[in-house]
């Protein structure tokens, strides 16, 4: 017999999981993308050890065996020329058979009694949550990016997803910038964790989600944090590492704040950047009466331009990473942005105007380097 699948939607399925195929292991099998096939269903996996990602899609068929799939049967599939991919497995060799119009294909699988599957074990234990899978989107890549890549500083390559009193906060910091994003619901009333979650793992598991509002299941069952939704089942080892109290760094009142329109700030600084010199890319942030003046240098050249504020508060000056504000500018939905300017040496923060779930941090530059 033979499986008779759609090519796009099993090519959507390879691809999910593929992104998470290590790019060289000691440890072969993992090198290779799990097949589990049922009477009628399909379910895709995949792991680095670190997380695991498995999709599920029905099949016209009635086969039901397992198999481990070279990572080429994703570019075969990618380019396959039919809307339909037949499929004939040897359960016993381990053959494939692939083939649609004129095409056909033979490759080798292999044994899956080694796969290592703990990670993608749907636990009904443990703490859960579920939440609007936009919302949830939107709170990830507001924050996730300002995570360390550093590896000699653990507890910095986290996200720290925290619940208390109903109130879920996402943090990650590199020790240079900090981002906070809050949502609250009554449904999380009652429950609380404090889990810290490798910062690369919801990158990725970012590039899965989309912006509707079908829930996502979070999950906590001993060390593994896991995310149900739609077809999807991803899971991610949590860090073991105790995340600092970061919020001893955020100061109370501001010493000025000015509001300005997102879209102009971003073009300002990206032309900055231009001529932004040194490692840290510094560009100069002054206000003045009723406007921001930036100016940026380097052995290439100057920039200066200026846009005009609502100002409250002092006059204020500062160099601060380029790099930093468009990170954040990036990610903001909302037309306008506030800045806090907390005199000098002091931090300057980004936030939404009016609201009050959402903070970026960034300490300033003493000196162009």
């Known amino acids: ?13 390879l691809e999910s999981v593929e992104k998470i195929l290590p790019t060289r292991s000691a440890m072969q099998v993992i090198n290779n993308i799990y097949l589990d096939v049922k009477p009628g269903l399909l379910v895709v996996a995949a792991t680095n050890l670190e997380m695991y990602i498995k999709r599920k899609m029905n099949y ?20 396959f020329p039919t809307d339909e991919v037949k499929i004939k497995i ?12 004129q095409a056909q294909f033979h490759i080798f699988g292999s044994d899956t009694e080694d796969f ?7 636990n009904t234990s443990g703490e859960e949550i579920v939440i609007e899978q936009g919302l949830f989107k939107k709170m990830l890549r507001m924050v996730v990016f300002a995570a360390s890549t550093e590896e000699t500083r653990p507890a910095f390559n986290g996200m720290l997803i925290s619940l208390d009193g109903g109130t879920l906060t996402f943090t990650a910091s590199d020790t240079y910038r900090l981002a906070v994003k809050k949502a609250f619901s009554d449904h999380w009333q009652g429950k609380s964790f404090r889990l810290l979650v490798p910062a690369r ?3 990725e598991f970012l590039r899965l989600t989309n912006e509707s509002n079908l829930p996502v299941k979070l999950k906590i069952n001993n060390n593994v944090l896991s995310f149900q939704f739609g077809d999807v089942f991803f899971a991610t080892r949590l860090i073991e590492e105790k995340y600092p109290d970061v919020s001893s760094v955020i100061p109370k009142e501001y010493k000025t704040r000015i509001t300005v329109e997102k879209k102009m700030l971003e073009e300002m600084v990206a032309r900055a950047n231009l001529l932004a010199d040194g490692k840290n890319q510094a560009v100069h942030f002054a206000v003045r009466e009723n406007d921001l003046q930036i100016k940026a240098g380097g052995q290439e050249g100057r920039m200066e331009e200026v846009l005009t504020v609502e100002r409250e508060g002092k006059i204020q000056e500062l160099y601060v990473n380029s790099r930093y504000v468009l990170d954040l500018i990036k990610q ?9 300017f907390h005199g000098d040496g002091g931090p300057l923060i980004f936030r939404i105007p009016g609201r009050q779930d ?3 941090l960034i300490l300033p530059i ?3 380097i």
């Open 1 to 13: 017999m033979q499986l008779v699948i759609n090519s796009m939607e099993f090519k959507n399925c």
């Open 60 to 79: 016209c068929g009635e086969e039901d065996g397992k198999v481990l799939l070279p990572p080429k049967i994703v570019d075969i599939i990618r380019h």
């Open 90 to 101: 040897n359960w016993d060799n381990k053959r494939i058979e692939i083939s649609g119009g």
């Open 116 to 122: 290592p599957i703990f990670l993608g074990q749907e």
């Open 201 to 203: 793992t919801m990158k």
């Open 332 to 340: 903001v939905d909302e037309e306008e942005v506030s800045i806090d």
């Open 358 to 360: 959402y903070l970026y």
């Open 366 to 368: 003493k000196k162009v």
